[in-house]
């Protein structure tokens, strides 16, 4: 995530117009950004793979207003299903 963020309110992740689930908090902020840790249940990768954009939702920290940053998951599915099969395959 981008600097400039309001750390303390944490992320909110939803996946189309889906609702928002509790927001998860930044671990640790880096001189490219800040990150937040991700777990995906097998429930939350069904709907990833389903979905057609996953929307962050971050307030920036001067303001304390809502920012909604936008992934498109076009090919996520594709990705995932790769992955998983490399993993597979690792001896």
């Given at each position: 995530m981008?600097f ?17 689930g ?26 990833l793979?389903?979905?057609k954009a ?11 207003k809502e920012?909604?940053?936008s ?19 690792k001896?």
């Amino acid at each position: 995530m981008p600097f400039g963020l309001y750390l303390d309110k944490g992320v909110s992740f939803r996946v189309d117009d889906n609702a928002a689930g509790k927001p998860s908090r930044f671990r640790t902020c880096i001189p490219a950004g800040c990150l937040v840790p991700l777990t995906f249940t097998d429930a939350t990768a069904k709907t990833l793979r389903k979905g057609k954009a996953l929307n962050l939702g971050a307030f920036a920290s001067d303001t304390e207003k809502e920012i909604v940053f936008s992934i498109s998951l076009k090919g996520f599915e594709t990705a995932l299903n790769r992955t998983i099969e490399l993993v597979q395959k690792k001896p």
